[in-house]
């Protein structure tokens, strides 16, 4: 036996299909932008990690730096190149590079 929907019937169903519809492509709205803000996250974190090390990289080196400035020795001797201070009876002579 088959029966005719009403109208009424039709009209239901058609809005709980409408509602159905609009909630799935909420959704799949949602569940795109947070998968995109993902992807971001992981490119960020990548580039801050490489960051990280280079900054790691530089702080050793600005330490060893520091120990050899806080040796007199290595400090005159950088003082003399870099800034061309001299002792008395010292020759200086500049290369260009």
């Known amino acids: 036996m088959h029966t005719k929907k009403s109208k009424k019937e039709k009209k239901r169903l058609f809005l ?11 959704l799949v709205a949602t569940v795109y932008n947070d998968w995109k803000q993902i992807l971001n996250n ?10 990280y090390a280079n900054l790691l990289d530089e702080e050793a080196k600005l330490n060893a730096e520091i120990t ?30």
């Not at 709980?16 to 909420?26: A, N, P």
């Not at 400035?69 to 260009?96: C, F, H, P, V």
């Open 16 to 26: 709980i299909s409408i509602t159905i519809m609009g909630l799935l492509t909420l």
């Open 42 to 51: 992981r490119k960020l974190t990548s580039e801050l990690t490489k960051e």
């Open 68 to 97: 050899k400035l806080q040796d007199d020795t290595y400090l005159a001797r950088y003082a003399k190149e870099k800034y061309m201070l001299s002792s008395d009876g010292d020759t200086i002579i500049k290369w260009n590079k």
